[in-house]
């Protein structure tokens, strides 16, 4: 994979780990999240990112949900950029532990 992965999503609820909100990942970058996964997941299907929301990056894990991924979206980041439930947010995903800009 060369380089982030840079979607749009809405920023939704879901019963889970509150207070957390998610972001649903684009069905265009599913397959290459699996394929990444393959050498980076730790188990469950959960997979290790890196994500980028405006300026805020952090590192959480990608839940499987219904065939596609949820990325939660930490109060800190939400707080950090001024997003809530229904935004609309622009994200940089990383699979793995680190920000790599020239990953393969």
């Known amino acids: 994979m060369d380089g982030p992965i840079m979607f749009e999503a809405?920023?939704?609820?879901?019963?889970?780990?509150?207070?957390?909100?998610?972001?649903?990942?684009s069905d265009d970058h599913v397959a290459d999240i699996r394929y990444a996964a393959l050498s980076e997941s730790y188990g469950w299907g959960v997979v290790p990112v890196v994500a980028r929301i405006g300026a805020t990056e952090f590192a959480t894990s990608l839940f499987p949900r219904a065939g596609s991924y949820l990325l939660p979206v930490k109060v800190a980041v939400?707080?950090?950029?001024?997003?809530?439930l229904g935004d609309r947010i622009r994200?940089?995903?990383?699979?793995?532990?680190?920000?790599?800009?020239?990953?393969?």
């Open 10 to 25: 809405e920023i939704i609820e879901w019963r889970g780990p509150a207070p957390y909100l998610f972001a649903t990942i």
């Open 78 to 84: 939400q707080r950090a950029e001024s997003i809530g």
């Open 91 to 104: 994200i940089a995903l990383q699979v793995g532990r680190r920000w790599n800009e020239n990953a393969d």
